[in-house]
């Protein structure tokens, strides 16, 4: 029984943790860019799009479908970026668990 109340104990201080952590993704902001820095979006870690930052140069009226492109390159290499700092944090958070491979958090 005593194994039992350790086990709860632990699970408990990982669920704290865990909503410790997505409080943090709402504020940890990523950059993404695209066109050699041209076009970049900010993003939290969890994916909202904070800012979209367009270079004066790309404002072409014929090369709109460019522009876009650029965008959605820009808007996909930053939440490329926040995926990858959400698992970062929470690996911290399973570090030393039996988890199986490929399981991810939260279930």
């Known amino acids: 029984m005593r194994d039992l109340m350790g086990i709860m104990k632990q699970a408990q201080a990982m669920q704290e943790k865990m909503a410790s952590i997505q409080t943090e993704l709402d504020t940890v902001e990523v950059t993404g ?35 876009e492109d650029l965008v959605l390159a820009a808007v996909n290499d930053a939440r490329g970026k926040a995926e990858q700092t959400a698992q970062e944090r929470m690996a911290e958070l399973t570090k030393g668990l039996p988890l199986p491979p490929g399981m991810k958090l939260p279930f």
Not at 42 to 56: E, Q
């Open 33 to 67: 860019s695209s066109g050699g820095g041209a076009v970049g979006v900010t993003m939290t870690a969890k994916g909202l799009l904070k800012a979209v930052r367009i270079d004066p140069s790309l404002m072409v009226a014929d090369e709109r479908e460019i522009l």
